[in-house]
């Protein structure tokens, strides 16, 4: 049976080997994953969350596996409820949940494909407690080296190889006294005293942040009318938190919108496959008129109101988050929630945000190939617009951040393009100054989230190497199109099966879906829905490869024969 190594457990392992098993050729699959508990991801596992942290996805955008989250958690007892600290009236498909209920709903669903995996005649070896040392390439199979916890070394030898790591955060998340760089684990946090305590960032990386520091001094309790309070504990005087951002902006709340998503007419997946055929040169600015006509098309009064015939690329931004940049970020957030819960009550849709919220996925096939400048100027100005429409958080996470804010425990900031951020390594202490303010904080975590890697962050010693895997690349514009050249621009460089580019010594069988090895020129690869397309695309390269060696395999033999 052809040998199938999937390192790495959570969402995009586990659609990944979904593919796999559904092959009516048998396979021998060895699961490597570094935590003890397989099938639960970092994002949602109870060792690194809090529990009070909620995922930013509804249950109905989640892919089912073997069921759907909404049938798993109606198919629970009520103890079992009780554990998850839910209650069985609230369970509904456009409802959010914790993290956690999320790890366990996947790891049941990661032993049940297990279990339909043998039953198919499958080889499955799940090895928890796993880590993998290196990855080496050779010119038919990959090495694969890994230490057991607790135990011995080994290596084993693999035909394909699916990188599915996820995630890549330190195992020591206080670097300096003080000083957190990520929220993860949140029991780290936790242990924050009550101080002044400095966020950065205010996507949901940052709720999460502020939510858990804030859980470890006090509760967040609802009244009779369902208003959501915070109490803070006697002893939390000296208690803060500052969240701090460039526009120093709230993410809004969670917007209904029909699921499936109905058809793009404008800025469709033809017309922009059309565009990356015809006019390379010009591919950003092009993709940018079928965006403005789409949202023209869909709500002619919102594009009036911002200017967007007048929109460049350079200034969408601008238009875009405006009015907000003008009022108070806790007015906005109140006033966008009221609308928010209205629409959701009511089923109605914002015709502008649901068509941004359709095109982020049709315009990111157009990123691999913008040109040097184009990417430049996507990043800088057009990529915020997506980032901010689709990054909308639950209702309960922006009612949290209103109830800290009315017991005067939470302010925001805006920080600029340019700032300065102070450590000292002696003591605890953090000073975030700009042109116009200095803040002293006690504790400062940085939640800006999960940052792009390049291929001499891989933490595999062999696949560093210069003659292995190399960074990414676009062109770079020239008058001289037969001259053009190229520069490097981080990720990792990999094939439309997200096979890393490599020597023609070295097998190609090497599947990375890792996503902070992809997030420069695939920006939107987040989430839950990503790690199914990933880990289905990749299963089905996979079992596509299979079958064409066996095709070729049967036609020498037969020639031989001959």
Excluded at 16 to 31: F, H, N, Q, V, Y
Excluded at 241 to 252: A, F, I, Y
Excluded at 276 to 302: A, C, G, H, T, W
Aim: charged content about 25%; aromatic content about 8%; glycine content about 6%.
């Amino acid at each position: 049976m052809t040998r199938i190594a999937i390192i790495g457990s959570g969402p995009t392992g586990i659609y990944a080997l979904k593919g796999l098993i559904a092959s009516e050729r048998p396979l021998s699959i060895t699961i490597f994953e570094e935590t003890p508990d397989a099938g639960k991801g970092t994002p949602y596992h109870p060792a690194v969350n809090d529990r009070a942290m909620l995922a930013n996805i509804a249950s109905i955008e989640i892919p089912p596996i073997c069921e759907s989250l909404v049938d798993w958690l109606s198919s629970r007892t009520d103890d079992e409820l009780r554990v998850l600290g839910i209650e069985r009236r609230a369970i509904g498909d456009r409802e959010f949940y914790p993290r956690v209920v999320l790890g366990d709903y996947f790891a049941d669903q990661f032993w049940m494909l297990v279990k339909r995996g043998i039953a198919a005649r499958h080889a499955i070896d799940v090895k928890a407690g796993h880590k993998i040392l290196d990855i080496k390439l050779g010119r038919d199979d990959i090495s694969l080296s890994f230490a057991r916890r607790g135990g011995e070394a080994g290596e084993a030898q693999f035909g394909h190889v699916i990188m599915a790591t996820g995630h890549d955060w330190p195992e020591n998340t206080e670097v300096a006294p003080g000083y957190f760089s990520s929220p993860w684990p949140a029991d780290a946090i936790r242990r924050i005293g009550p101080v002044e305590v400095g966020v950065l960032g205010t996507s949901l990386s940052g709720i999460d942040a502020v939510v858990s520091v804030a859980t470890a001094h006090g509760m967040f309790l609802r009244d009779e009318d369902d208003t959501l309070h915070y109490q803070p504990e006697p002893d939390s005087e000296g208690f803060h938190l500052t969240m701090m951002s460039r526009k120093g902006l709230l993410p809004e709340a969670d917007f209904y919108c029909p699921i499936p998503y109905r058809p793009l007419d404008v800025c469709t997946k033809s017309a922009v496959e059309r565009l990356i055929s015809d006019v390379p040169d010009r591919l950003l600015d092009e993709v940018f008129e079928l965006f403005k006509q789409e949202i023209v098309l869909n709500d002619p009064d919102y594009a009036a109101r911002i200017g967007l015939g007048l929109s460049t690329v350079e200034d969408i931004a601008d238009r875009y988050f405006r009015v907000r940049e003008e009022a108070d970020p806790f007015v906005w957030a109140a006033r966008n929630l009221s609308e928010a819960k209205a629409n959701k009550a009511t089923r109605s849709t914002v015709e502008w945000r649901y068509a941004i919220l359709r095109m982020h996925e049709v315009v990111a096939l157009a990123v691999p190939h913008f040109n040097d400048s184009d990417l430049k100027r996507f990043h800088e100005h057009f990529k915020t617009v997506f980032v901010d429409d689709y990054a909308t958080v639950p209702h309960q996470s922006v009612e949290r951040l209103l109830a800290l804010h009315n017991v005067g425990k939470l302010h925001v900031r805006a920080l600029g393009d340019d700032y300065d951020i102070q450590r000292t390594d002696d003591e605890p202490g953090t000073i975030v100054s700009t042109d116009t303010q200095s803040m002293s904080f006690s504790a400062f975590i940085d939640a800006t989230g999960q940052h792009a890697l390049s291929a001499s962050d891989l933490p595999f010693p062999s696949l560093r190497r210069a003659d292995v895997l190399k960074d990414a690349q676009t062109t770079i514009r020239e008058l001289d199109k037969a001259n053009a050249s190229f520069r490097r621009t981080g990720g990792i460089d990999i094939d439309e099966d997200f096979r890393p580019r490599v020597g023609p010594d070295l097998t190609n069988h090497l599947y990375c879906v890792s996503v902070p090895f992809l997030l420069h020129k695939l920006p939107f690869v987040q989430g839950i829905t990503s790690s199914h397309e990933l880990g289905k695309r990749v299963a089905r390269a996979i079992l596509a490869s299979i079958s064409r060696d066996e095709r070729l395999f049967q036609f020498d033999g037969s020639r031989e024969a001959t």
